[in-house]
């Protein structure tokens, strides 16, 4: 297996994080679609756009949101699974939600949303590639 310096290990991610900045996150209810590349079945629960540097500097194979990721819920639900998309909509990352201490790839403060709510995304970390 092929491992990564750290040095590379965080431009790789850093490269990646910047894709996505000023572009949006969306979460959704109800089962995920099969991969990036399938549309999505419903509205979402809640947008959120993205800052201009939407991650941090990574280190230690991971980078990290930065500021702060809310946005209004247009629509009420159980928030179970997101979408991060660059600012075209064609580079697209799904994952899982939870709540704090849920294990999901993107933990907001609660997962249970009401119309008209402030969501606040906790944490959404990229990483990748083997020290």
Do not use: H, K, N
Not at 17 to 32: I, V
Not at 39 to 59: F, H, K
Not at 66 to 80: D, K, P, Q, S, V
């Amino acid at each position: 297996m092929i491992s990564y310096g750290e040095p590379l290990r965080a431009a790789i991610l850093d490269a990646a994080a910047a894709l996505f900045d000023g572009g949006t996150l969306a979460l959704f209810a109800g089962t995920r679609v099969a991969s990036p590349a399938a549309s999505t079945p419903t509205t979402p629960l809640v947008i959120v756009r993205l800052p201009m540097q939407s991650y941090r500097p990574a280190t230690e194979g991971e980078a990290v949101i930065a500021g702060y990721w809310t946005g209004t819920a247009i629509r009420a639900g159980e928030a179970t699974w997101f979408r991060l998309s660059d600012r075209s909509g064609s580079l697209r990352i799904d994952g899982s939600v939870s709540g704090p201490g849920g294990g999901g790839d993107l933990i907001l403060t609660t997962t249970s949303i009401a119309v008209g709510e402030v969501v606040s995304v906790i944490r959404c970390t990229l990483s990748g590639g083997v020290g």
